[in-house]
């Protein structure tokens, strides 16, 4: 398959760097943001083309990527007159960046089988600094030719590019790498308080045991804004319970026990409640820290 036009929509934190890589890989881009301001911005940076709605800018597209918030923000930019499915030409590949649920993945994955297009879910991990460096993980669901196809693509902006499995697979794993971060977090800020109370040289304890058993992104990349009590540098809580509320969706289905998940989210959601809705996801640090 021969890609000439590729369109991105959704231009957040994440899609924004991803659409840009796409531009300085000398892919020809079209974006559209539902704010205008940021497409406007956008194209005076990166250059390229931007489009009023989400059809317009699908028009022609070999490749539309889309990176929204949730399963309603997808369905809004899918579906309409002026949505991406009434207006794409045939043998279209949508690949959707959203973290959303399994069930719209293969609801649309369907579609896709009976309107001659086709749809892969590839929601991302590695945060704003990934997104940023072209160096995000791609969590694949769908099928091998299309996959084959589009690779070259998401290698822009991906660094480890995986197809997991069938229609639906791509969001699945990145549930699990939810679940996994919640836990990660909890434990690193437990452990920090701790060794705060013990009196005891954070940073010094952080460089060794970042070297050994315990290291893991988030100690690497996190524990020194932990330390100085700031929380504003990448995934926001109110994003992160979305996520973990998909999570508890999907166990419900099959059967899985979340128990350590739920209580980290009842955390997060007290973090909410004080104040910090849009602070990352590291700031449950500010339970157990007494300064």
Same mark, same amino acid.
């Given at each position: 398959?021969?890609? $000439?036009?590729?369109?991105?929509?959704?231009?957040?934190?994440?899609?924004?760097?991803?659409? =840009?890589?796409?531009?300085?890989?000398?892919?020809?881009?079209?974006?559209? !943001?539902?704010?205008?301001?940021?497409?406007?911005?956008?194209?005076?940076?990166?250059?390229?083309?931007?489009?009023?709605?989400?059809?317009?800018?699908?028009?022609? &597209? *070999?490749?539309?990527?889309?990176?929204? =918030?949730?399963?309603? *923000?997808?369905?809004?930019?899918?579906?309409?007159?002026?949505?991406?499915?009434?207006?794409?030409?045939?043998?279209?590949?949508?690949?959707?960046?959203?973290?959303?649920?399994?069930?719209?993945?293969?609801?649309?994955? $369907? %579609? =896709?089988?009976?309107? !001659?297009?086709?749809?892969?879910? &590839?929601?991302?991990?590695?945060? %704003?600094? =990934? +997104?940023?460096?072209?160096?995000?993980?791609? @969590?694949?669901?769908? *099928?091998?030719? $299309?996959?084959?196809?589009?690779?070259?693509?998401?290698? &822009?902006?991906?660094?480890?590019?995986?197809?997991?499995?069938?229609?639906?697979?791509?969001?699945?794993?990145?549930?699990?790498?939810?679940?996994?971060? +919640?836990?990660?977090?909890?434990?690193?800020?437990?452990? @920090? +308080?701790?060794?705060?109370?013990?009196?005891?040289?954070?940073?010094?304890?952080?460089?060794?045991?970042?070297?050994?058993?315990? %290291?893991?992104?988030?100690?690497?990349?996190?524990?020194?804004?932990?330390?100085?009590?700031?929380?504003?540098?990448?995934?926001?809580? *109110?994003? @992160?319970?979305?996520?973990?509320?998909?999570?508890? !969706?999907?166990?419900? #289905? !099959?059967?899985?026990?979340?128990?350590?998940? #739920?209580?980290?989210?009842?955390?997060?959601?007290?973090? %909410?409640?004080?104040?910090?809705?849009?602070?990352?996801?590291?700031?449950? @640090?500010?339970?157990?820290?007494?300064?």
């Amino acid at each position: 398959m021969k890609i $000439q036009k590729v369109t991105f929509i959704g231009l957040g934190v994440m899609g924004y760097n991803m659409a =840009g890589h796409l531009k300085k890989n000398n892919f020809n881009t079209t974006v559209y !943001n539902r704010t205008p301001s940021v497409s406007e911005k956008w194209i005076k940076e990166f250059g390229g083309i931007s489009k009023k709605n989400p059809g317009e800018a699908s028009l022609d &597209a *070999d490749i539309v990527c889309i990176c929204v =918030g949730r399963d309603e *923000d997808l369905i809004s930019v899918m579906e309409g007159d002026d949505g991406v499915i009434n207006n794409i030409k045939d043998n279209t590949i949508i690949i959707d960046h959203t973290t959303a649920s399994a069930d719209i993945a293969r609801k649309y994955y $369907q %579609q =896709g089988k009976e309107s !001659n297009f086709s749809f892969l879910d &590839a929601p991302v991990s590695g945060g %704003q600094a =990934g +997104a940023e460096n072209g160096i995000l993980s791609v @969590m694949v669901g769908g *099928d091998q030719e $299309q996959f084959d196809n589009v690779k070259p693509v998401m290698s &822009a902006y991906g660094k480890t590019i995986e197809l997991i499995g069938n229609s639906g697979s791509g969001q699945l794993a990145k549930m699990i790498n939810q679940i996994c971060i +919640a836990g990660l977090v909890q434990g690193l800020s437990e452990a @920090m +308080a701790f060794g705060k109370k013990a009196n005891l040289d954070m940073e010094k304890v952080l460089q060794v045991i970042s070297k050994g058993a315990a %290291q893991s992104w988030q100690m690497e990349n996190r524990y020194k804004t932990m330390l100085k009590g700031e929380y504003e540098f990448g995934f926001a809580v *109110d994003w @992160m319970r979305k996520d973990l509320s998909i999570c508890f !969706n999907e166990a419900e #289905k !099959n059967g899985a026990s979340l128990p350590v998940t #739920k209580i980290v989210d009842k955390y997060y959601e007290e973090v %909410q409640n004080n104040g910090g809705s849009r602070y990352d996801t590291s700031s449950l @640090m500010t339970l157990v820290d007494d300064k």
